[in-house]
């Protein structure tokens, strides 16, 4: 992809986009909007409307009364009454294959539930993961989450080897040998795994029984059927003639002709039906994984790329909600200005969604990927929310970003209609870079949170927007993302000047630790949620960084130490449970 993104939309889906309309909490506290939580012990809004109708009949009581006339004995026990929708949470930044494990990359093994205990020893209640789509293995980008083949799909690689053995899918003699990496190799990975789980999975279609029952559910569930199948064909294509794009192919597959798909059906029905069995398999167990951090009071946050890349199912699918040309190629992708990371910019290359067509069809694509989203995670980010505002078009044929221009987004009615269909989401809106009013208005218009990395707080002057004094309460604040350095490895590269500002600001000097100063600066935000990598609460340097923005290679690879384990990280539990108690974050 819950306090700060759990707004209560059903009032919102019936408003007029032209004519936007305050939800019913909007209405009724126009300073501030309220949000319900999506953590399970606070979900509860009889709860929540049973206290609101004590602390509100009270006050009608008082409301009744003359002007100096008694009041009832009872009238000192009219306290105000907690909000449950107002709790401030606090949470960890990890993605699941940084996790250990013995084949080379982490997994829904028994590690990532030993972490979700690890949570919940500390105090935590949120876990934010990023995109669990399978990384384009034809992208040049090696593992990024965010240059997945498939929107919807979820990274077969995280599958545990030793869950199968569980489910008797696999046997314990048929486990490979576990190997030695501190940093994850996907290809080698890949070539490790991917016959295992086939075998696997192809056990479970061979079979009877409660597990096969649950794959042919699965697989007809109207809300998992609408993306698989697309999905299957789109891989059975691809591995027959493994071209780089699916631009290169045939014109009757480039163009999904009947025919021609039912040529493909037949001669890879076996690799459809593995397809199928194997995101199955993803699905029960990262079910599990959630459904135990449910059970622990911890909602998963989730992340959602605004686009997707050009050689996936989801373009070859929908064409006609992309701007292509009448060969299918694309006229415009994605990127950003100049920025910090890039002086020409950064080029992403995805393929611009035609808003308007999409707008026709009633944005149905987005719908459709949002109840995706809402089916994986408790809540979730979207990254670039500003390109839905505004967003920064390229030239096709251009070699640098910065060749680039600003055009309209699709605002609010992208939302009106996600709204009218799904009902209520918790969204986070990655509101970084370049940020103008409109993208402001948009995101306060549909009540969703914002961000503040306080990495980015200390370079300019007392009204940067990073800085905890101008945090806002409806906010996530980080103490760095997945594209910033750590903090021990950015305060090793400040500036002198910029240091200078840091150690004024928290009134700390260069013998502290800085780590534990700036987690300590993010939990004491106003912000309703605070987001901390796990990097930095393990105090770790520039080598432990998940993502250099604007580079391609030796990304994504990062895993926790083999001498670190989460049953020997009590003293960091009790630290930051001692930090979120004093905080309010408890």
């Known amino acids: 992809m819950a306090a700060l993104g759990s707004l209560s939309f059903s009032s919102l889906a019936s408003s007029s986009s032209s004519s936007p309309k305050p939800s019913s909490?909007?209405?009724?506290?126009?300073?501030?909007?309220?949000?319900?939580?999506?953590?399970?012990?606070?979900?509860?809004?009889?709860?929540?409307?049973?206290?609101?109708?004590?602390?509100?009949?009270?006050?009608?009581?008082?409301?009744?009364?003359?002007?100096?006339?008694?009041?009832?004995?009872?009238?000192?026990?009219?306290?105000?009454?907690?909000?449950?929708?107002d709790r401030?949470?606090?949470?960890?930044?990890?993605?699941?294959?940084?996790?250990?494990?013995?084949?080379?990359?982490?997994?829904?093994?028994?590690?990532?539930?030993?972490?979700?205990?690890?949570?919940?020893?500390?105090g935590c209640s949120v876990w934010q993961v990023l995109p669990l789509v399978p990384p384009g293995r034809k992208a040049n980008e090696e593992g990024s989450p965010y240059s997945g083949q498939d929107a919807n799909c979820?990274?077969?690689?995280?599958?545990?080897?030793?869950?199968?053995?569980?489910?008797?899918?696999?046997?314990?003699?048929?486990?490979?040998?576990?190997?030695?990496?501190?940093?994850?190799?996907?290809a080698a990975v890949a070539d490790l795994k991917d016959p295992l789980i086939a075998k696997a999975a192809e056990r479970l279609i061979q079979s009877d029984g409660e597990l096969k029952s649950q794959l042919e559910?699965?697989?007809?569930?109207?809300?998992?059927?609408?993306?698989?199948?697309?999905?299957?064909?789109?891989?059975?294509?691809?591995?027959?003639?493994?071209?780089?794009?699916?631009?290169?192919?045939?014109?009757?597959?480039?163009?999904?002709?009947?025919?021609?798909?039912?040529?493909?059906?037949?001669?890879k029905k076996d690799f459809i039906d593995?397809?199928?069995?194997?995101?199955?398999?993803?699905?029960?167990?990262?079910?599990?994984?959630r459904n135990y951090a449910q059970m622990k009071g911890i909602s998963i946050m989730g992340d959602m790329p605004i686009y997707v890349g050009y050689h996936s199912a989801d373009v070859w699918a929908n064409k006609k909600h992309f701007l292509l040309n009448r060969?299918?190629?694309?006229?415009?992708?994605?990127?950003?200005?100049?920025?910090?990371f890039s002086e020409t910019g950064q080029l992403w290359g995805s393929p611009l969604y035609d808003w308007k067509a999409m707008e026709?069809?009633?944005?149905?694509?987005?719908?459709?990927?949002?109840?995706?989203?809402?089916?994986?995670?408790?809540?979730?980010?979207?990254?670039?929310?500003?390109?839905?505002?505004?967003?920064?078009?390229?030239?096709?044929?251009?070699?640098?970003?910065?060749?680039?221009?600003?055009?309209?987004?699709?605002?609010?009615?992208?939302?009106?209609?996600?709204?009218?269909?799904?009902g209520n989401?918790?969204?986070?809106?990655?509101?970084?870079?370049?940020?103008?009013?409109?993208?402001?208005?948009?995101?306060?218009?549909?009540?969703?949170?914002?961000?503040?990395?306080?990495?980015?707080?200390?370079?300019?002057?007392?009204?940067?927007?990073?800085?905890p004094h101008n945090h806002e309460r409806n906010q996530v604040v980080y103490t760095g993302t997945h594209d910033n350095d750590t903090i021990r490895g950015w305060w090793d590269t400040l500036k002198n000047e910029e240091k200078s500002n840091v150690m004024k600001y928290l009134s700390i000097s260069e013998e502290d630790d800085i780590s534990w100063k700036l987690i300590q600066a993010a939990l004491s935000s106003v912000a309703q949620t605070a987001v901390i990598p796990l990097q930095d609460i393990l105090r770790l340097g520039v080598s432990a960084r998940m993502n250099i923005p604007a580079t391609q290679f030796g990304n994504w690879s990062w895993r926790i130490p083999s001498s670190t384990s989460f049953d020997h990280l009590e003293t960091e539990a009790t630290k930051l449970r001692d930090l979120l108690s004093t905080y309010g974050r408890l």
């Open 274 to 289: 593995l397809f199928i069995a194997q995101q199955f398999l993803f699905q029960r167990q990262w079910q599990k994984v």
């Open 327 to 340: 060969r299918g190629f694309p006229l415009e992708v994605s990127g950003v200005p100049p920025d910090a």
């Open 154 to 186: 979820g990274n077969t690689l995280l599958i545990s080897l030793e869950e199968l053995v569980k489910d008797g899918l696999l046997a314990k003699a048929e486990l490979p040998q576990p190997i030695d990496a501190e940093r994850v190799n996907f």
């Open 360 to 422: 026709k069809d009633g944005f149905s694509w987005w719908i459709h990927r949002i109840r995706r989203a809402r089916d994986l995670y408790d809540e979730f980010r979207i990254d670039h929310f500003r390109g839905f505002a505004g967003f920064w078009a390229v030239p096709s044929e251009a070699k640098v970003a910065m060749d680039g221009r600003w055009k309209v987004g699709p605002g609010k009615s992208l939302f009106d209609a996600i709204f009218r269909s799904v």
């Open 425 to 467: 989401i918790n969204i986070i809106a990655e509101d970084l870079g370049v940020i103008t009013e409109d993208v402001v208005q948009l995101r306060k218009s549909i009540g969703a949170p914002g961000m503040a990395v306080l990495q980015f707080g200390f370079g300019s002057d007392a009204k940067n927007p990073h800085l």
């Open 25 to 85: 909490f909007l209405a009724t506290a126009t300073l501030r909007p309220r949000f319900f939580l999506c953590t399970p012990f606070a979900a509860n809004m009889s709860a929540a409307s049973a206290s609101c109708s004590s602390v509100s009949g009270n006050a009608a009581a008082s409301a009744v009364a003359s002007v100096g006339q008694d009041l009832p004995d009872d009238y000192e026990e009219w306290t105000p009454k907690p909000d449950p929708r």
């Open 88 to 122: 401030r949470r606090a949470g960890v930044l990890l993605h699941p294959t940084s996790f250990r494990g013995p084949y080379g990359i982490g997994d829904f093994g028994a590690e990532a539930f030993r972490f979700i205990d690890w949570l919940h020893q500390a």
């Open 217 to 267: 559910n699965f697989h007809k569930d109207p809300s998992i059927s609408s993306w698989l199948e697309d999905a299957a064909y789109f891989a059975a294509i691809d591995d027959s003639l493994n071209t780089f794009s699916w631009y290169l192919w045939p014109e009757s597959l480039k163009n999904r002709h009947l025919a021609a798909l039912e040529e493909i059906y037949q001669s």
